[in-house]
């Protein structure tokens, strides 16, 4: 089969929809059904980014382990500054496509341009794995990763929004197949849009294999970098947005027992989000209280050992599509705190502590068992490596090959 992939969302740092389409752009390609790969960004033929995030297929097993006590994790300054300058064409046009008027526009051009180029295509499959795929000759498969611009629009920019609401029908109607996540959101998907269950396929997402449990040694190098120590706190990662429920984390957190909190303090770990100020408010006056401790954006050479090396990871998100960062963490041997709504149940497998993500007590509740109770925590810890051992990124492109093959039949 030869395949042609959409790689927009690939742009450093990869996190969500952009890790799953290098996943995708890295894997398939030596896959023995893909005869060919082509990636195609903002209606033009395009390289694939020289992006070499840590934990690629490319890295080994030993250059990983050893990731402590080498320059790999990369904390400075001028590393900080080098990736901004290569991600300046990505921000102009995230920046630009929060004007009403340019993200009109662009939903309204971006189709006609992508369609032009595959006029020349003879042969192939479109994979668009970013909410779209345009009008073509070809067949397309089309990955939805969740319907929160339907269900909470109030996350988004308007601009996003008014012109996703006009992409995603559109899209919808042209895919042969659509893949999704989770259950989850296929059941979502199928309800929203009166699908067939025929055209709509479920393709779970998987952890790199960076991401395991490490020695105390092997964690404190790094973990002092942060002026943390190993099993001395919680930790939340992903951006700082109101979709993670931050809020309520937060108001959860401060009604714990001062000896708790104090013991281990709750670490956030994200790049700041869209409508983020009054989430950064109460971050603020946790730190100021002592037992909050912001950490910005963090490059992935760190995280593995931020996960690995927290006692507790807190994930009471309000909707997902399907939460890498619950898969992350169980294959780093901690456990895991999220929330009973959407795909999250799914993802942890029986392996960890849900909650309503609306009840401050409930959270509070299971923040004081999943600090304190050694019983659940040896348990939650064994059953979470269970689960995350059946999450991995070869499962998830040979499924999604598979895909391929059921739309190169029609």
Same mark, same amino acid.
């Given at each position: 089969?030869?395949?042609?992939?959409?790689?927009?969302?690939?742009?450093?740092?990869?996190?969500?929809?952009?890790?799953?389409?290098?996943?995708?752009?890295?894997?398939?390609?030596?896959?023995?059904?893909?005869?060919?790969?082509?990636?195609?960004?903002?209606?033009?033929?395009?390289?694939?980014?020289?992006?070499?995030?840590?934990?690629?297929?490319?890295?080994?097993?030993?250059?990983?382990?050893?990731?402590?006590?080498?320059?790999?994790?990369?904390?400075?300054?001028?590393?900080?500054?080098?990736?901004?300058?290569?991600?300046?064409?990505?921000?102009?046009?995230?920046?630009?496509?929060?004007?009403?008027?340019?993200?009109?526009?662009?939903?309204?051009?971006?189709?006609?341009?992508?369609?032009?180029?595959?006029?020349?295509?003879?042969?192939?499959?479109?994979?668009?794995?970013?909410?779209?795929?345009?009008?073509?000759?070809?067949?397309?498969?089309?990955?939805?990763?969740?319907?929160?611009?339907?269900?909470?629009?109030?996350?988004?920019?308007?601009?996003?929004?008014?012109?996703?609401?006009?992409?995603?029908?559109?899209?919808?109607?042209?895919?042969?197949?659509?893949?999704?996540?989770?259950?989850?959101?296929?059941?979502?998907?199928?309800?929203?849009?009166?699908?067939?269950?025929?055209?709509?396929?479920?393709?779970?997402?998987?952890?790199?294999?960076?991401?395991?449990?490490?020695?105390?040694?092997?964690?404190?190098?790094?973990?002092?970098?942060?002026?943390?120590?190993?099993?001395?706190?919680?930790?939340?990662?992903?951006?700082?947005?109101?979709?993670?429920?931050?809020?309520?984390?937060?108001?959860?957190?401060?009604?714990?027992?001062? #000896?708790?909190?104090?013991?281990? /303090?709750? !670490?956030? @770990? &994200?790049?700041?989000?869209?409508?983020?100020? +009054?989430? $950064?408010? %109460?971050?603020?006056?946790?730190?100021?209280?002592?037992?909050?401790?912001?950490?910005?954006?963090?490059?992935?050479?760190?995280?593995?050992?931020?996960?690995?090396?927290?006692?507790?990871?807190?994930?009471?998100?309000?909707?997902?599509?399907?939460?890498?960062?619950?898969?992350?963490?169980?294959?780093?041997?901690?456990?895991?705190?999220? #929330?009973?709504?959407?795909?999250? /149940?799914? !993802?942890? @497998? &029986?392996?960890?502590?849900?909650?309503?993500? +609306?009840? $401050?007590? %409930?959270?509070?509740?299971?923040?004081?068992?999943?600090?304190?109770?050694?019983?659940?925590?040896?348990?939650?810890?064994?059953?979470?490596?269970?689960?995350?051992?059946?999450?991995?990124?070869?499962?998830?492109?040979?499924?999604?090959?598979?895909?391929?093959?059921?739309?190169?039949?029609?």
């Amino acid at each position: 089969m030869k395949i042609i992939l959409s790689i927009e969302a690939i742009h450093a740092p990869l996190a969500g929809i952009g890790r799953y389409a290098w996943e995708l752009a890295t894997r398939a390609p030596a896959h023995p059904a893909v005869e060919s790969m082509r990636f195609m960004s903002d209606g033009r033929w395009a390289n694939l980014p020289e992006i070499e995030p840590v934990g690629s297929s490319s890295t080994s097993t030993e250059q990983n382990q050893s990731l402590a006590h080498t320059s790999a994790v990369v904390l400075n300054y001028k590393g900080r500054m080098r990736q901004r300058l290569e991600n300046i064409p990505t921000q102009l046009r995230r920046n630009f496509g929060q004007i009403p008027l340019v993200s009109r526009l662009y939903g309204k051009l971006m189709p006609g341009l992508v369609a032009g180029q595959l006029k020349k295509v003879k042969e192939g499959i479109f994979h668009g794995p970013n909410y779209f795929v345009p009008p073509t000759h070809l067949p397309t498969v089309l990955t939805i990763h969740d319907l929160s611009i339907y269900r909470y629009p109030q996350w988004h920019p308007k601009a996003r929004v008014d012109r996703m609401l006009a992409t995603i029908p559109e899209s919808i109607q042209r895919a042969n197949l659509i893949l999704t996540d989770s259950d989850a959101i296929r059941r979502e998907l199928i309800a929203q849009f009166n699908l067939s269950e025929q055209r709509v396929k479920t393709v779970l997402l998987g952890v790199d294999q960076i991401y395991f449990p490490r020695s105390v040694q092997e964690l404190q190098p790094v973990l002092d970098k942060f002026g943390l120590q190993a099993n001395g706190y919680s930790l939340f990662v992903s951006t700082i947005e109101p979709r993670k429920n931050l809020q309520n984390l937060i108001a959860a957190y401060r009604a714990l027992p001062p #000896a708790v909190k104090q013991r281990w /303090p709750l !670490v956030l @770990a &994200g790049g700041r989000g869209w409508e983020s100020e +009054a989430i $950064h408010a %109460d971050m603020l006056q946790g730190e100021a209280e002592g037992w909050l401790k912001y950490l910005g954006f963090i490059e992935q050479s760190a995280l593995p050992y931020l996960y690995a090396g927290c006692r507790l990871f807190t994930y009471p998100s309000w909707y997902e599509g399907f939460g890498l960062p619950i898969a992350e963490a169980m294959a780093s041997g901690v456990p895991v705190l999220t #929330a009973n709504t959407s795909s999250m /149940p799914e !993802v942890a @497998a &029986g392996a960890a502590m849900l909650v309503d993500p +609306a009840d $401050h007590d %409930d959270i509070r509740t299971a923040l004081m068992r999943g600090l304190e109770d050694e019983v659940w925590r040896l348990q939650a810890i064994s059953r979470g490596l269970q689960r995350a051992k059946e999450l991995s990124w070869d499962a998830c492109v040979n499924n999604t090959v598979a895909a391929y093959q059921t739309v190169s039949q029609h």
